[in-house]
T-cell receptor, first 113, second 112 residues
Framework: DAGITQSPRHKVTETGTPVTLRCHQT?????MYWYRQDPGHGLRLIHY???????DKGEVSDGYSVSRSKTEDFLLTLESATSSQTSVYFC????????????FGSGTRLTVV | GENVEQHPSTLSVQEGDSAVIKCTYS??????FPWYKQELGKGPQLIID?????GEKKDQRIAVTLNKTAKHFSLHITETQPEDSAVYFC???????????FGSGTRLQVQP
C-alpha cells in the first residue's frame, strides 16, 4: 500500500522469544494503529499512537508493547511470544484520527511455534 | 466501549444479484461508519463511509444506509461481479474515542 510499509511480511518464531514488528509511513500522518486479525474476530485494536511518544492501549494489549520515537515509525513488540499471538498483524495510519478513513499496510503474518 | 456486530459471516450470491451486509453498533455517540474491503493477502481498503448527519450515501454500485435510531447501518452492492468477492468489514467510531471498532467481517462470494 502506498505510503505505509510493514516488515517483516512473514515471521515464524518460538514461544518465549521477543518479536518486534515495524510499521513505516511516508505520509507524515499523526495517527498510527496496530490491529490483529483472527478468524471470527475481525480486526481488534492492540495499541495506537496519536503522536511521537504518545501511545495508548487498545482492547487486546496484554503481552504487547509499542514505541513511537519518530513520526514515521511505529513498533509493536511481543515481549515473550505465545501461541495465542499467532495472527496477522495490520498497521494503519490516519491523517485525523478515528473519524476519518484509515490506510492499512499489507500485514505481517506471525506464527509462534 | 463500542461493540459492532456484523451479519452474515458468509454470503454467496450469483453474479448480477444484489448483496446486503448489516451491522449494528452499541454506542449512540458513534458518528462515523466506514466500510472496508479486504482481498486475499492484502490489507483492508476503505470503499465507502457515512457520517451520522447523513442517512444514505451512494458510489456507483455501492451504497450505505444508516439508521441512527435503531443503531444499525448496511452496505448494499448492486449488480455484483466476481471481483466483488472479498471480505467486507464495517466499523464505527465517534467523538472522544481514538480508534475504529470493527465488525467480525463478511466473506462475500460472487458466483459467475
Amino acid at each position: 500500500d502506498a505510503g505505509i510499509t510493514q516488515s517483516p511480511r512473514h515471521k515464524v518464531t518460538e514461544t518465549g522469544t521477543p518479536v518486534t514488528l515495524r510499521c513505516h509511513q511516508t505520509e507524515n500522518h499523526r495517527y498510527m494503529y496496530w490491529y490483529r486479525q483472527d478468524p471470527g474476530h475481525g480486526l481488534r485494536l492492540i495499541h495506537y499512537s496519536y503522536g511521537v511518544k504518545d501511545t495508548d492501549k487498545g482492547e487486546v494489549s496484554d503481552g504487547y508493547s509499542v514505541s513511537r520515537s519518530k513520526t514515521e515509525d511505529f513498533l509493536l513488540t511481543l515481549e515473550s511470544a505465545t501461541s495465542s499471538q499467532t495472527s496477522v498483524y495490520f498497521c494503519a495510519i490516519s491523517e485525523a484520527g478515528d473519524s476519518y478513513g484509515y490506510t492499512f499496510g499489507s500485514g505481517t503474518r506471525l506464527t509462534v511455534v | 466501549g463500542e461493540n459492532v456486530e456484523q451479519h452474515p459471516s458468509t454470503l454467496s450470491v450469483q453474479e448480477g444479484d444484489s448483496a446486503v451486509i448489516k451491522c449494528t453498533y452499541s454506542d449512540s455517540a458513534s458518528n462515523y461508519f466506514p466500510w472496508y474491503k479486504q482481498e486475499l493477502g492484502k490489507g483492508p481498503q476503505l470503499i465507502i463511509d457515512i457520517r451520522s448527519n447523513v442517512g444514505e450515501k451512494k458510489d456507483q454500485r455501492i451504497a450505505v444506509t444508516l439508521n441512527k435510531t435503531a443503531k444499525h447501518f448496511s452496505l448494499h452492492i448492486t449488480e455484483t461481479q466476481p471481483e466483488d468477492s472479498a471480505v467486507y468489514f464495517c466499523a464505527a467510531s465517534g467523538t472522544g474515542r481514538r480508534a475504529l471498532t470493527f465488525g467480525s467481517g463478511t466473506r462475500l462470494q460472487v458466483q459467475p
